[in-house]
C-alpha cells in the first residue's frame, strides 16, 4: 500500500477539545484494565475454578492459555477493521462484549459455557486493545501525547501490581467467580463515558476492501507460532504432530509475505516497516518483551525455588520492581517530550541490561535484599523509560488512517515476544541442576535480548517521519 493510497480517505476527527482528551484517557485506562486486572486475578482464582463441577485440565487451560491464545490472534484483523470502519465503534463494542462475557463467565451453570464466555472476552479484550493507543494518539497532540501514554503506563504498571492481592481478596470474600462480577460495573461506566467522550469519526467508513485472505493466513501464522512458543519445552519435536504444525506455521508465514505484497489494501501492511526508525521500533520492543514479560516470573521461581521463600514474602520482593514501573511511566512521558526518542529508549533498554547483569552476578551471593531492591527498581525504570518513548514514536509515525493496524501489531508483536521469553524462563527452570550459577545463566539471556533492543534502538533516526 502506498501513501497515496492513503490519503484518499480523511483522517478520523483528531479536534477533541483540550478538557476531553484527559477524559478519553480515564475511559481508555478504566476500560483496558478490565482485561489486565482479568488477567491477572484469574491465575489466583484457577485453583478454586479447578474445584467447580465439571472442571477439566483442558477448561482450565483454555481459560488462561485459549484467552490469550485468542486474544492476541485476532489483533491484526481488529487492527485493520478499525482503520476501515472506525475505531470508536469498535472500542465500544468491544468493551460491550466484555461486559457482557463478564456478566456470562459469573452466572454460567456450565463449564463449557464459562470456557466459550471467556472466549468472547478474548475477542472483546482484543477489539480494546486493538484501539486503545491509537484513540489516543487520535486525541492528543504530539506533545501531550506522551505524557498521557506514561501515567497510562504507570497505572497499568499499577494495575499489573495490584491484581493478584485483588483476585485474592474477591476470592477469599465472595468466590471465584466474583473476579468476572468486579469488571462488569467497570466496563459499563467506561461504556456509557466512552460513548459521550470518545471522539466522533468525520469520515465515512471506507470503501476499500477487507484483506480476507490476509486475515484467515495472518490468524493460521500467529496460531502457529502462538502454539510452538508456548509448548517449546513440552513437545516432542520428532513427532508427526509436531513437525506438522511447524511446516505448517512456516508455509502461513511464506503465503502471508506474498499475498500481503501483492495486495493493494493488504490486512498486513508491510510498509510499516519500510522506515527504518519505526522498523527498530517494533523490534527493539520485541527484543526487550521478551525480557520484560519473564523478569517477575524468573524472579519469583528464584525467590521460591533456590531461597526457599513464601509466595506472599516473594511478592513483596517484587515490588520493587513494579513500583519503579509505577514512577517510571509518567517521569517517562514528561522527559520524552525533551529528548529524542532514540536516547531515552535507548537508556532504558540499557539500565533494563545493566540491572540483569548486575542481579546475575549478585546472585552468586544469594541476592542481597539491599542490592535487590536497588537492581529490580533500576530494570523497572528502564523498562518505563523505553516503553512510553518508543510507543510514542511508532505510533505518531504513522498516517491516521493506519494507526489501528500500526497499533495492533505492536500489541501482537509484543504479546508474542513475551510468550516466547516466558517460555524460555520455564524450559530452563524446569531442568535447574546447577542452583544460583543456573538463574545467573537465565539472567544473563535476558540481558542479551535487553542489549540487543539497546544497539537496535540506538541506529534509529534521531526523528521519525511517518511512512
Not at 99 to 112: D, E, F, N, Q, R
Not at 175 to 184: K, L, M, V
Not at 232 to 239: E, G, S, V
Not at 362 to 377: C, E, K, R
Amino acid at each position: 500500500m502506498t501513501d497515496s493510497d492513503n490519503a484518499v480517505a480523511a483522517p478520523e476527527s483528531t479536534t477533541t477539545a483540550a478538557q476531553g482528551r484527559w477524559s478519553v484517557l480515564a475511559v481508555n485506562i478504566i476500560v483496558i484494565a478490565q482485561p489486565s486486572l482479568t488477567a491477572t486475578m484469574i491465575n489466583i482464582t484457577l485453583p478454586q475454578l479447578g474445584r467447580l463441577p465439571g472442571m477439566s485440565p483442558l477448561a482450565q487451560t483454555l481459560l488462561v492459555s485459549g484467552y490469550f491464545l485468542v486474544s492476541t490472534v485476532i489483533l491484526l484483523t481488529f487492527g485493520r477493521i478499525a482503520d476501515l470502519a472506525g475505531r470508536r465503534q469498535l472500542y465500544l463494542l468491544g468493551t460491550l462484549a466484555f461486559l457482557l462475557a463478564s456478566i456470562g463467565c459469573a452466572v454460567a451453570p456450565t463449564t463449557g459455557l464459562l470456557v466459550a464466555c471467556r472466549l468472547l472476552q478474548a475477542l472483546g479484550a482484543a477489539a480494546i486493545i486493538a484501539n486503545g493507543t491509537a484513540l489516543l494518539t487520535d486525541a492528543f497532540p504530539p506533545k501531550q501525547l506522551a505524557s498521557a501514554m506514561g501515567i497510562s503506563a504507570g497505572a497499568f504498571a499499577a494495575l499489573g501490581l495490584a491484581g493478584p492481592t485483588l483476585g485474592g481478596f474477591l476470592v477469599g470474600a465472595f468466590g471465584p467467580r466474583s473476579i468476572f462480577w468486579f469488571s462488569a460495573p467497570f466496563c459499563l461506566i467506561g461504556l456509557i463515558a466512552g460513548h459521550r467522550v470518545l471522539p466522533r469519526p468525520s469520515r465515512p467508513p471506507a470503501t476499500e476492501p477487507f484483506d480476507i485472505a490476509g486475515a484467515i493466513l495472518s490468524a493460521a501464522t500467529l496460531t502457529g507460532i502462538m502454539l510452538i512458543l508456548s509448548q517449546a519445552n513440552t513437545w516432542t519435536w520428532t513427532q508427526p504432530s509436531t513437525i506438522g504444525i511447524c511446516a505448517a506455521t512456516i508455509a502461513a508465514v511464506g503465503l502471508l509475505i506474498i499475498i500481503e505484497r501483492r495486495v493493494r489494501y493488504p490486512l498486513l501492511d508491510l510498509d510499516l516497516f519500510a522506515v527504518w526508525g519505526r522498523a527498530a521500533a517494533y523490534i527493539s520492543l520485541g527484543l526487550i518483551a521478551i525480557s520484560d514479560m519473564a523478569l517477575g516470573l524468573l524472579i519469583s521461581l528464584y525467590y521460591q525455588h533456590q531461597v526457599g521463600l513464601s509466595p506472599i514474602q516473594t511478592g513483596l520482593h517484587l515490588l520493587p520492581l513494579s513500583i519503579a514501573a509505577i514512577a517510571g511511566g509518567p517521569l517517562a512521558g514528561r522527559l520524552a517530550n525533551r529528548l529524542p526518542a532514540r536516547l531515552l529508549s535507548s537508556l532504558g533498554a540499557a539500565l533494563h541490561a545493566f540491572g540483569l547483569v548486575a542481579i546475575a552476578i549478585t546472585i552468586g551471593n544469594g541476592l542481597p535484599d539491599p542490592a535487590a531492591v536497588g537492581l529490580l527498581a533500576l530494570t523497572g525504570l528502564g523498562t518505563a523509560l523505553f516503553t512510553t518513548p518508543n510507543t510514542h514514536a511508532i505510533m505518531t509515525s504513522i498516517p491516521e488512517n493506519r494507526r489501528g493496524i500500526g497499533n495492533a501489531l505492536r500489541s501482537t508483536i509484543q504479546n508474542g515476544a513475551g510468550i516466547a521469553g516466558t517460555a524460555t524462563v520455564v524450559a530452563l527452570t524446569a531442568s535447574n541442576t546447577n542452583g544460583a550459577a543456573h538463574y545467573a545463566m537465565i539472567f544473563i539471556i535476558l540481558a542479551v535480548a535487553c542489549t540487543a533492543a539497546t544497539v537496535v534502538s540506538v541506529t534509529r533516526p534521531t526523528t521519525l517521519d511517518n511512512g
